[in-house]
């Protein structure tokens, strides 16, 4: 055991919720560097114009987070992220998939509407084992910035670096200059770089690291063209981390969500990005030749004291010195989105935490996987209040179907990761469409799932 988790420990121990506030260790400061930014394409290796054929292997590979810093990490491919999938709506989309990672895996398709047999959850699917092989196939039905990870042991497994992301396109997308995915991580390493041990300490707030990524490496540069309108499609990727974006003097544009665009664009100073989540945003490069930004993540209070951090930089934005492009205009309307009717089953989801040296979580008093299936038929729209009774904020997520928010807001906007904050009630609704089986929704800071807080729902055909 280091000296920083016993010393953490010991701090707890004494001072009990004041020490919780320990366990969030402050951002390593590391300098711009020049480099790959972007996240690498997938190969399509069918023909075919409506199936994308992905071959994917999950391995162990070394990863150079920053110039002359190496460290060995759990990838798709060896990159980190892993390769970014391309398909259009309507497409088939196959991943013959090889476990070359030394303890069993599965890929989860993170807000993508699969049949329950690729979901690749332990209800559905039995871990792939190391050496094994599996082939994910389906269509995909909607247009949006998705992601994929595993979903077993997924605080150890996504911490790792097992992620990348499945972008979607449809009809009416809007014109910009780029259009590019932004994954981002935060790790928590040691002296030598090496990714630290899991501490069962960590658990109650979530691991929070020390090392912030974008695409796979510390404080990177997103080139940029002068003037132009570049679309940032944001994953957060990180175990526990809450991203609250920012980038100084600037206004950003929020275009899109978890499931694709949203009715109509809206201009905001910040945008808070909790674990699982993706936001799609627009922002208009100045006229200044060369000009460097930092895009930050501003302090943001989840709960047990972790709002006290500074602002910690994410990555740089920096200009061209070519001539400037004529900015296009970002369209007034940009989906249309029909509010789900009245509900036919309501339903009331309680979180809940009990803290000490081992937490657990639940949901309804239950702790996973000692839990009772729900019981609901395809078809039906379903209102759910989620109802957090602790004293930090959880994520909640859906799997299989896409939600729209009635309370705190009502926002047809399509989303399938909500965040709950401490002591407060979100409610949505969902249609149940399109497929039944068995799916799982819980809180995805993974620590916090991994330990109880996970259900699941039955939807009979
Ligand atoms: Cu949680």
């Known amino acids: 055991m280091r000296l920083w988790s016993l010393l953490a420990i010991a701090l707890t121990a004494c001072m009990g919720d004041m020490g919780m506030d320990m366990m969030i260790p402050d951002v390593i400061d590391v300098p711009a560097s020049a480099g790959r930014f972007d996240t690498v394409a997938a190969v399509d290796l069918d023909p075919a114009p409506t199936v994308v054929e992905v ?26 992220p892993g390769p970014r ?8 989309v196959k991943v013959r998939f090889t476990n070359s990672l030394p303890e069993p895996t599965t890929i989860h398709w993170h807000g993508v509407r699969v049949p329950a047999a690729m979901d690749g959850v332990e209800a559905t699917q039995a871990p792939i084992a190391p050496g094994a092989t599996f082939t994910y196939e389906f269509v995909v039905p909607d247009a949006g910035t998705f992601w994929f990870h595993p979903h077993v042991r997924s605080d150890v497994q996504v911490e790792r670096g097992l992620y990348g992301t499945l ?25 030598a770089w090496s990714v630290a041990e899991p501490d069962a300490m960590q658990a109650m707030v979530g691991r ?10 510390a404080h990177p540069i997103a080139a940029v063209i002068r003037g132009g309108l570049h679309r940032y499609r944001f994953v957060n990727a990180a175990n526990a981390r809450y991203f609250r974006l920012a980038l100084p003097g600037h206004r950003l544009t929020v275009i899109g969500g978890d499931g694709g665009l949203v ?5 905001v100073d910040d945008v808070l990005l909790v674990p699982g989540q993706r936001v799609d945003l627009v922002v208009t490069a100045t006229n200044v030749a060369g000009e460097t930004l930092e895009w930050q993540s501003l302090p943001y209070d989840r709960g047990h004291g972790t709002g006290a951090k500074p602002a910690a930089i994410v990555f740089q934005q920096q200009n061209d010195d070519a001539t400037p492009v004529t900015t296009p205009a970002v369209p007034s309307s940009l989906a249309t989105i029909a509010p789900l009717p009245a509900p036919r089953v309501q339903r009331e989801l309680r979180l809940a935490e009990s803290g000490g040296h081992s937490p657990t ?22 209102e759910w209040s989620i109802v957090n009774t602790t004293a930090m904020d959880h994520p909640f997520h859906l799997h299989g179907f ?14 399938d990761t909500i965040n709950v904050p401490a002591g407060q009630t979100v409610v949505f609704r969902t249609r149940l469409e399109d497929h039944g089986g068995r799916w799982m929704f819980h809180c995805h800071i993974l620590e916090h799932a991994e330990r109880g807080m996970m259900g699941e729902l039955e939807v009979a055909p």
Do not use: C, K
């Open 55 to 80: 071959a994917l292997t999950a391995r162990v590979a070394d990863v150079e987070l920053a110039p002359g810093h190496v460290t060995s990490m759990w990838t798709y491919d060896g990159t980190l």
């Open 85 to 92: 999938i391309e398909a259009n709506v309507g497409d088939t």
């Open 167 to 191: 972008v979607v396109r449809g009809p009416g997308e809007p014109a910009t200059t780029s259009d590019r995915v932004v994954v981002l991580d935060d790790l928590l390493i040691d002296d």
């Open 208 to 217: 929070q690291g020390n090392l912030i990524l974008a695409n796979g490496r």
């Open 263 to 267: 009715p109509a664009p809206r201009e």
């Open 361 to 382: 979580f639940s949901i309804n008093g239950e702790t996973f996987p000692a839990i009772t299936p729900l019981a609901a038929r395809l078809g039906d729209v379903e």
């Open 402 to 415: 896409r939600f729209q928010l009635v309370r705190p807001t009502a926002d047809v906007a399509w989303r």
